[in-house]
């Protein structure tokens, strides 16, 4: 059975960082792009990165490139997510996510539905 367990959230002033972690077992890594994802209240799921896991790279949004990283330790089978300088805009539940299709020219997908396994998410709260 498939399990992501992410950890990490909490609460931060702007300006702070937090790292998030996604264990994950029980997958084969038959497809090889990972990523992470955000959900505000009110608001629709959006990736924040993704990783094709084939050479490590790594692809972010304009919201997040230059603060976000993300990198994945095959050794642990953990996912991270690296977040600094965070906005309060930044607030939202994190959820990492696994089992997507490479596209061409060994791109990774940013729509959620192409994501077949989900972690249950960790909030992060960002204040003023």
């Known amino acids: 059975q498939v399990q992501l367990v992410e950890s990490g959230g909490g609460s931060v002033q702007a300006g702070g960082s937090l790292r998030l972690s996604c264990v994950v077992s029980?997958?084969?890594?038959?497809?090889?792009?990972l990523g992470w994802f955000r959900q505000a209240p009110g608001k629709e799921r959006e990736g924040v990165a993704t990783i094709y896991l084939v050479d490590g790279r790594t692809s972010y949004p304009g919201s997040v490139k230059g603060r976000f990283t993300a990198s994945h330790d095959t050794s642990k089978n953990t996912l991270y997510l690296q977040m600094n300088t965070l906005k309060p805009e930044d607030t939202a539940m994190y959820y990492c996510?696994?089992?997507?299709?490479?596209?061409?020219?060994?791109?990774?997908?940013?729509?959620?539905?192409?994501?077949?396994?989900w972690g249950q998410g960790t909030q992060v709260t960002v204040s003023s």
């Open positions: 029980g997958y084969t890594y038959r497809r090889k792009c």
């Open positions: 996510a696994a089992d997507s299709p490479v596209l061409p020219w060994n791109r990774c997908s940013w729509a959620s539905s192409t994501y077949n396994y």
